[in-house]
């Protein structure tokens, strides 16, 4: 292995992503014996750290939290990239691949308040933070009588945010929290079965360069299967369904004892009208059952419900 001795990861800047890329060096250093000091940890600015005015799903265009580092990526400035898997588009830009998944955190919603225990028992007329579509579109689907507030930045302005009463309740992605180490803040966590996560949710993936042995050879290790299997069948339910970033959709993939099940759901952004389904078989299936899954509620759902909106 020796175009060069120090392993370069990209990663964007935020707490979290810096927790991520920590995550992956250590595993780096456990699986092969290495210093800490042979990995290099390399901060790169996306265009969706740099807009904060805006909700991305405004912004439109895909790979807002991961162009900047695929073309590091391509050029060789850097070897790997880590990313939340829920970032990555499901198609990325030739030459490059995702090469390992790292073991799955929790996929769940949070739910965070100062003002209630749950969603269900937030005063009628409460206002909740989120500038997520499918977060938006699952609250109104519960709570039909609940005011939905864009809320953007990070976990401590949304928190700043709470304190000083502009909403009542936030949700965030509980696996961010417990890698921050702030799980202590959560008041209540969404059941995937009627609050289903963003397809990827929870799960850290590494980019690399496609056919580069020595960087896939470095990050086998770190690979976790059921994760992957898991991925492989949410990412084509996304694809299938030709994700574009105003539809709000949802879906979680589980694996255990050699099968896949998968949950996905498609809603209108008011929550009025929502498609959903259950899936499951053999885990050498899971791409197929994904993409199955996009294409039944695709058929279901009818041109009008994607054409509504957008
Ligand atoms: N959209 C930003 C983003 N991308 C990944 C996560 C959470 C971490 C994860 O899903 O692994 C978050 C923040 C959030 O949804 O609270």
Known sequence: MARRE??????????????????????????????????????????????????LSEVGGKGLFTQELEEQLLDGRIDIAVHSSKDMPTV?????????????EDPRD??????????ESLPEGAVVGSSSLRRQALIRRIRPDVEVVGFRGNVQTR??????????ATLLANA?????GMASIVTDLMEPDYFPPAPGQGAICIEGRAGDARTDALVAPL?????TIALSCERAFLAALDGSCRTPIAGLATVDAGRVSFHGMILTPDGKDAHAIEISGPVGRAADLGREAGETLRERAGPYFFASWS
């Open 159 to 168: 928190l700043r945010k709470l304190s000083e009463g502009v909403a009542h």
């Open 6 to 55: 120090t392993i370069r990861i990209g990663t964007r800047g935020s707490p979290l992503a810096l927790a991520q890329a920590n995550e992956a060096r250590d595993k780096l250093v456990a699986a092969h014996g290495i210093p800490a000091n042979a990995i290099d940890i390399i901060v790169i600015s996306t265009a969706g750290d740099r807009i904060q005015d805006r909700p």
């Open 176 to 180: 961010g929290l417990r890698r921050l």
């Open 92 to 104: 990325l830009p030739e030459g490059l691949a995702l090469t390992a998944f790292l073991e799955r």
């Open 110 to 119: 949070a739910f965070i308040s100062h003002d209630a225990g749950s969603l």
């Open 223 to 227: 690979n976790h299967d059921a994760t």
